[in-house]
């Protein structure tokens, strides 16, 4: 089946400006996670969706950024009143979620973001 | 503060030898660790893993050395492939929470030819 995909996969926009990436899990994995690599740095989590329960969204690094995930399907992630340290990789991952100590998160190609 | 810490940003080895990459990682929740590797313009692939339980995880010509006491872990690739180049990322996580991986800034690794 098809793996993760991710859209746009460039994006670049004004400062100030709204963006909305796309995620696309693999069908059947109920956990979603977004994570963000900024050049020169790993991997940061942002955001996770499991389920129906309510989204960890501890590694926001502000209002600004927010998500949704309709069911255990698409997500998007809204970036409100871009900045130019918004500038990143935005990756997507989906897993089949909890029942075992850990299940292997798949990641998609990603979104590059750059903000002017 | 870096959780996870990968502190060599690059290797190179000589095609056939043997690849060392280090990892040091210092909040003692982690119980799981994971190995990714990633080629430009895609999406991170998981590579190997180890729980907190074991030491040592082998496959193929990957293995995951866990030294707990240290807070360290290894991943060595024998022999080393020229396909093998590619960036390396260390991740730990506690199983106990949502999974959410906490990433090391990689490790970008060149097996010569």
């Known amino acids: 089946g098809a793996g993760v995909s991710q859209s746009p996969s460039n994006k670049v926009t004004e400062k100030g400006k709204d963006v909305e990436l796309r995620c696309d899990p693999i069908s059947g994995h109920t956990a979603l996670y977004w994570y963000r690599q900024r050049l020169g740095q790993g991997l940061e989590f942002l955001i996770y969706?499991?389920?129906?329960?309510?989204?960890?969204k501890s590694g926001l690094p502000s209002d600004r950024f927010s998500a949704e995930r309709t069911g255990e399907s698409v997500s998007t992630l809204t970036i409100q009143r871009t900045q130019q340290e918004d500038s990143a990789v935005y990756l997507c991952?989906?897993?089949?979620?909890?029942?075992?100590?850990?299940?292997?998160?798949?990641f998609g190609p990603g979104t590059r973001l750059t903000v002017l | 503060d870096q959780q996870v810490k990968q502190n060599s940003p690059s290797l190179s080895v000589q095609e056939g030898r043997i690849s060392i990459l280090n990892c040091d990682y210092t909040n003692s929740m982690f119980d799981y660790f994971l190995w990714y590797k990633k080629y430009p313009a895609e999406g991170p692939t998981f590579l190997i893993s180890i729980s907190s339980i074991k030491d040592k995880n082998e496959d193929g010509r990957f293995t995951v050395f866990l030294n707990k006491s240290a807070k360290h872990l290894s991943l060595h690739i024998v022999p080393s492939q020229p396909g093998d180049s590619a960036v390396y990322f260390c991740?730990?996580?506690?199983?106990?929470?949502?999974?959410?991986?906490?990433f090391g800034k990689g490790i970008t690794l060149s097996v010569r030819p």
């Open positions: 969706f499991q389920g129906n329960s309510a989204p960890d």
């Open positions: 991740a730990a996580m506690y199983t106990g929470a949502n999974s959410k991986l906490t």
């Open positions: 991952a989906s897993s089949l979620g909890k029942g075992a100590p850990y299940n292997e998160q798949f």
